[in-house]
């Protein structure tokens, strides 16, 4: 069973930067793929960024150039890291990890889930 928890939330002005954290634990996590979703009330969850067991990365057209998602075997940690934030980026952020390790970008592909963080980005 892998549990995962992510970090790093907040309120930060249009234009700025936020660097989310994933931490899981139990299970391997090398051979995870690991994701990052959001959500905004009443609406679907969202795939934003996702980065392979072999290190294949692949983002949202509209996180393209904008979000960076890394990850580091040896700590067991997934990253996000968000520049240039606009307010439609406002949205509870969910750090996922699937098995298989390839690039996986529906929801459904996940088995594990974090509880969530909370990015608003003000006007």
């Known amino acids: 069973q892998v549990q995962l928890v992510d970090t790093g939330g907040g309120l930060v002005q249009t234009g700025g930067s936020l660097r989310l954290s994933c931490a899981a634990s139990g299970g391997i996590f090398s051979t995870y793929t690991m994701g990052w979703f959001r959500q905004t009330p009443g609406k679907e969850r969202e795939f934003v960024a996702a980065?392979?067991?072999?290190?294949?990365?692949h983002y949202a057209d509209s996180m393209k150039g904008r979000f960076s998602i890394s990850r580091d075997n040896a700590k067991n940690t997934a990253t996000l890291q968000m520049n240039s934030l606009k307010p439609e980026d406002t949205a509870v952020y969910y750090c996922?990890?699937?098995?298989?390790?390839?690039?996986?970008?529906?929801?459904?592909?996940?088995?594990?889930w974090g509880q969530g963080t909370q990015v608003t980005v003000s006007s």
């Open positions: 980065i392979s067991m072999y290190d294949y990365t």
């Open positions: 996922a990890a699937a098995r298989g390790g390839l690039m996986y970008t529906e929801r459904g592909e996940y088995n594990y």
